[in-house]
């Protein structure tokens, strides 16, 4: 079984967990697995300059293109 790997982030004030999903992961929805790795970090709305928080770095799905919105594929010009 693989490692874990993660990226180390230190917040700016006012940085927001749908920020940082949004930064790594391209997708706002996907603070879960950030927050899941930060267990001591306080769910706040924002947080205060110099908070460390550990960012996983997630596989990527294999979902097929022609499964999503043609807003979320790939290669939108795919039918």
């Not at 790997?5 to 790594?24: C, E, K, P, S």
């Not at 970090?41 to 043609?70: C, E, H, M, Q, R």
Request: hydrophobic share 50%.
């Amino acid at each position: 079984m693989a490692e874990e790997q993660f990226i180390v982030h230190v917040t700016a004030a006012g940085q927001r967990w749908d920020l940082l999903a949004w930064q790594y992961y391209g997708d706002a929805t996907e603070y879960s697995p950030i927050i899941m790795a930060n267990p001591a970090v306080a769910i706040a709305p924002v947080f205060a300059a110099g908070t460390i928080i550990t960012i996983p770095i997630l596989a990527k799905s294999a979902v097929a293109n022609s499964d999503l919105p043609p807003w979320r594929r790939t290669n939108p010009a795919q039918p």
